[in-house]
Nanobody
Framework: QVQLVESGGGLVQAGGSLRLSCAAS????????MGWFRQAPGKEREFVSA????????LYADSVKGRFTISRDNAKNTVYLQMSTLKPEDRAVYYC?????????????????WGQGTQVTVSA
């Protein structure tokens, strides 16, 4: 059974920072690319960022490029999303997901396992 557990969400003022974490159960992490997505109320789930197994390849949505940084610690089976200069439009539930294979991707179809999500709220 693959388990992904996000944490680190919360309420922050615009311009502030948060770091999200996603802890994966043992063998479900090794060798897989990982991604972060978000879903705001009334909107579809959208791609935020992704990282390859080695960490050598990263992708970002244009809306977060330069403000968010994805990283991973394979020894801890954890992927992170450092979010800075947060804006009210960043408000959403953030989900981490495991790629179907070793490839990073921008679509939900690329990912087969999802966490339960963590809420991020940014006040103006």
């Amino acid at each position: 059974q693959v388990q992904l557990v996000e944490s680190g969400g919360g309420l922050v003022q615009a311009g502030g920072s948060l770091r999200l974490s996603c802890a994966a159960s043992g063998r479900s992490f090794s060798g897989y690319a990982m991604g972060w997505f978000r879903q705001a109320p009334g909107k579809e789930r959208e791609f935020v960022s992704a990282i390859s197994w080695s960490g050598g390849t990263t992708l970002y949505a244009d809306s977060v490029k330069g403000r968010f940084t994805i990283s991973r610690d394979n020894a801890k089976n954890t992927v992170y999303l450092q979010m800075s200069t947060l804006k009210p439009e960043d408000r959403a539930v953030y989900y981490c997901a495991r790629s179907l294979n070793g490839l990073v991707g921008r679509t939900t179809r690329t990912y087969d396992y999802w966490g339960q999500g963590t809420q991020v709220t940014v006040s103006a």
